[in-house]
């Protein structure tokens, strides 16, 4: 009876995210779990509604990025904190004899650094790891609404100045990727949503598509265009100038294609919930 009480006594400061809870009208930390499958920690993302694209004053939008358009998440969901690391895909691979590790980098011989971001995966193998992880790979808007992190108008994840303290990005001290949680989390909890790899995101690459959204009302969850050429990269990388590390920086490539800067993150709806004495 004594546990019980703890529990309830402490259950309300731990948080019971639920898939149709509000948005915080404040950005707060969210809530993290653990995915059983990958191990690797998840934050509870909450629907809302959020400005997507290019920021007004950016000199540096490109004409994909516009216009800037509204988008309502309508459903809460679970990303994972860091991007997929060696460890988790090392995992993976353990477990799908089908499946291989991927050409390691230079700057990870051997994949001796297992908690650096996994790179040189295609979009379909991300896309498989995401699936066998319980989840899938997010959207552009979840992407983009997630990095925000409940504050619209920001340059940047976390403001509108970067500085190297901030992230992994050309010129850093790193030769390659750094280890995940190296640098501050946005306001949600999420660490390297700009910067140290690019995140495959699932859907198709347009040009124009923020053009065929709905003006005069919040788009619902959009899903992208339905076939293209390119799959869309976020994020920007270690390889990368700050210009591609802004939060609404829609990057491109071949979804057959690896590169040494490219890795992902996956999403879930639904991860069980722990013990109230292991959360404790």
């Not at 809302?48 to 994909?64: L, S, V, Y």
């Not at 552009?140 to 504050?151: D, F, I, K, L």
């Not at 190296?182 to 495959?200: K, T």
């Not at 124009?208 to 799959?231: F, H, V």
């Amino acid at each position: 009876p004594a546990f019980l009480r703890l529990c309830s006594d402490v259950e309300p400061l731990l948080g019971t995210p639920t898939k149709t809870a509000p948005a915080a009208k404040a950005p707060r930390r969210s809530a993290a779990r653990t995915n059983p499958k990958d191990g690797l920690s998840y934050v509870w993302i909450p629907p809302g509604k959020f400005q997507m694209g290019a920021t007004p004053g950016d000199t540096e939008a490109g004409t994909n990025e516009k216009p800037r358009h509204r988008v309502r998440i309508t459903k809460g969901f679970w990303l994972s904190k860091t991007p997929v690391t060696v460890a988790a895909y090392k995992r993976f691979v353990g477990e799908r004899p089908q499946s291989k590790m991927p050409p390691a980098p230079s700057f990870n011989t051997g994949w001796s650094e297992p908690d650096h971001p996994i790179v040189q995966v295609t979009w379909d193998e991300a896309k498989a790891y995401c699936e066998w992880a319980g989840g899938k790979l997010p959207t552009e808007a979840q992407w983009e609404y997630a990095a925000r992190g409940g504050q619209d108008g920001l340059k940047y994840p976390w403001g509108n100045d970067i500085a190297p303290e901030n992230a992994n990005y050309a010129g850093s001290k790193w030769e390659g990727t750094s280890q995940v949680l190296s640098y501050p989390a946005n306001a949600w909890g999420l660490y390297d949503m700009a910067g140290n790899v690019w995140d495959w995101v699932a859907d198709w690459f347009g040009e124009d598509y923020y053009g065929t959204l709905p003006a005069d009302k919040p788009a619902g969850d959009p899903p992208g265009p339905q076939s293209g050429k390119w799959r869309v990269l976020r994020g920007g990388s270690f390889n990368n100038d700050t210009r591609y590390l802004r939060a609404a920086y829609r990057g491109r490539y071949a979804a057959g294609g690896r590169n040494f800067y490219i890795g992902f993150r996956c999403v879930r709806e639904e991860i069980g919930r722990a013990s109230c004495r292991e959360r404790v």
